[in-house]
């Protein structure tokens, strides 16, 4: 689905929000939400407009280019009407392809899973066995490179009490757990039987069975039951999107100073930069990661590590 963005400078966005949204609802879908952007929702397509850094950004996207085209013509034509104290510049974008974005060139991205320590036999044999079993859903497991980064910051905080929440097959359990200190243990939520049965098969030949405890049921029971005090050392978030948020909030306040909390697909794809994704986890991640940033518990780093990633550390 094309889309295109117009950065027009101004010093009213949020004021244009508002009478774009207000005027176009006479002849379109339109709604303001709750972090004040507004989206008008047309026939041949859409068009999102956020106040952000000294402008007003707008994303429109649509089913074509020539659709695409109409799109940016109207919402023009009705932001020029309306800016009769200033003269305003807008120029649109070429229409790309928000499916096809590119975090990372795939040739850059084979040459990082060179460069750090490879994968043993049980970890290739892992990654071959759960393309077998599970085909496309085995795209949800972590590259390896993300593996070894997790087994480095692990080890890097000398992690004892570690908790996992989005298990899978078990590839990212198997690089926590080797991480941990001698005495280590790391709890592993998930809510499947059928993938989680891989994952103990190959802890046990990792040799790391007996340092991991699998919880299957709703993650956010689990962390909810566990006790208030701050004593986790590391954490990893990698299960459903839309949780993040009650994860992350679960699980900074049971930090301990020092102790991280790593998300993992941060970037949806790309999807999170671009305010024309409206779905619930869209906007669910595009929050907590404005969230994270803001939250004075923590510093933290979000690193184009494959689909992204954000290290958050409590202070
Ligand atoms: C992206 S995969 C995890 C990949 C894993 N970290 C790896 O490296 O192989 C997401 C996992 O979250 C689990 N999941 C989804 N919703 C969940 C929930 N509410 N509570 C616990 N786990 C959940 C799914 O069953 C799935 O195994």
């Given amino acids: 689905m094309p889309s295109s963005t117009a950065h027009v400078a101004t010093a009213r966005p949020a004021r244009y929000v508002k009478q774009l949204v207000s005027h176009m609802g006479h002849k379109a879908t339109t709604e303001i939400s709750g972090d004040g952007r507004g989206v008008i929702t047309l026939s041949r ?32 034509r009705h932001l020029l009407r309306f800016a009769t104290q200033e003269d305003l510049k807008v120029e649109w ?17 084979d040459y990082l899973l060179t460069q750090c320590t490879p994968a043993d036999e049980v970890l290739q044999e892992l990654a071959v066995k759960t393309r077998e079993a599970t085909g496309d859903a085995a795209e949800m497991q972590v590259s390896h490179d993300e593996g070894a980064l997790l087994t480095m910051l692990v080890r890097m905080v000398g992690a004892r ?31 499947s039987d059928e993938w989680t049965s891989i994952a103990r098969e190959h802890w046990q030949r990792a040799g790391v069975a007996d340092r991991i405890d699998l919880k299957i049921g709703p993650a956010i029971e689990r962390l909810r ?23 992350y909030e679960e699980i900074v306040q049971r930090l301990r ?28 991640m595009r929050r907590l990661n404005d969230a994270i940033v803001a939250d004075d518990r923590v510093e933290s780093v979000m690193l184009p590590v494959r ?3 954000t290290i958050a550390r409590r202070r």
């Fill in 225 to 247: 039951a566990l006790p208030a005090e701050p004593e986790l050392d590391f954490a990893f978030i990698d299960a459903d999107k839309i949780s993040y948020p009650a994860y």
């Fill in 45 to 76: 397509g859409r068009c999102v407009l956020a106040p952000s850094g000294g402008g007003l950004e707008m994303i429109a996207t649509a089913g074509d280019t020539e659709a695409l085209a109409g799109v940016q013509d109207v919402v023009t």
């Fill in 93 to 109: 974008t070429a229409p790309a392809d928000a499916e096809e974005m590119r975090i990372i060139d795939p040739v850059v991205g």
């Fill in 161 to 191: 009490r570690a908790i996992e929440v989005g298990v899978f097959t078990g590839y990212s359990s198997i690089c926590i757990a080797r991480g941990l200190a001698a005495d280590g243990r790391l709890l592993a939520c998930d809510v």
């Fill in 307 to 309: 689909d992204g990633v």
């Fill in 257 to 284: 100073p020092g102790g991280l909390v790593v998300l993992d697909n941060v970037f949806l794809g790309g999807r999170v930069l671009d305010p024309a994704y409206q779905e619930e986890h869209h906007v669910a």
